[in-house]
T-cell receptor, first 113, second 115 residues
């Protein structure tokens, strides 16, 4: 079983739709959870950062973490064509000697005008 | 503040050759990590350097190596290239090496093609 599972999609939605992206994980040591957005031929760009369980909102984006279920989500409201990209979930433990991010494989999202 | 820069952006090599990729972190960042991204495996951690020392290493063969200089710039080297080494190699830097809510910021990557 991979440490982080993410549905690769592709996911295609009309402009203005609410998008839900999800990841599950198996390592209970993970405490910090991130979502990165990666446009074609670019490096990943940090979108959202959440510590432990709970919700975090930033504009049209909401990140949710449920540590009891080992499940994280990213919601995009009023999706725009410019949101078309690959979305990667990433997570890590408390750091120390094992400072690294573990990624899902990414979900390819297309928002159609 | 300038972001993470990587050179070269594109590289074509043949099997058996070696390659060196370069990464300049965000100014003030001392931790540099390297990742390999392929369609099949996604992003996989290669290694992390902090204060010129390798602090953590992923599950890659010894053909993959790296180093960090006193100005925090980092290089990674792949020797005896194989077709399967074709990938996007990403460098990421971080200020506090994960302390608090610190995280990693990525460069644009070097796309390596092995023929």
């Amino acid at each position: 079983q991979k440490e982080v599972e993410q549905d690769p999609g592709p996911l295609s939605v009309p402009e203005g739709a609410i998008v839900s992206l999800n990841c599950t994980y198996s390592n209970s040591a993970f405490q910090y959870f991130m979502w990165y957005r990666q446009y074609s031929r670019k490096g990943p760009e940090l979108l959202m950062y959440t510590y432990s369980s709970g919700n975090k909102e930033d504009g049209r984006f909401t990140a949710q973490v449920d540590k009891s279920s080992k499940y994280i989500s990213l919601f995009i409201r009023d999706s725009q064509p410019s949101d078309s990209a690959t979305y990667l979930c990433a997570m890590r433990d408390s750091g120390g000697s094992n400072y690294k991010l573990t990624f899902g494989k990414g979900t390819l999202l297309t928002v159609n005008p | 503040k300038a972001g993470v820069t990587q050179t070269p952006r594109y590289l074509i090599k043949t099997r058996g050759q070696q390659v060196t990729l370069s990464c300049s972190p965000i100014s003030g960042h001392r931790s540099v990590s390297w990742y390999q991204q392929t369609p099949g495996q996604g992003l996989q951690f290669l290694f992390e350097y902090f204060s010129e020392t390798q602090r953590n290493k992923g599950n890659f063969p010894g053909r993959f190596s790296g180093r960090q200089f006193s100005n925090s710039r980092s290089e990674m080297n792949v020797s005896t290239l194989e077709l399967g080494d074709s990938a996007l190699y990403l460098c990421a830097s971080s200020l506090l090496r994960g302390a608090g809510t610190d995280t990693q910021y990525f460069g644009p990557g070097t796309r390596l093609t092995v023929l």
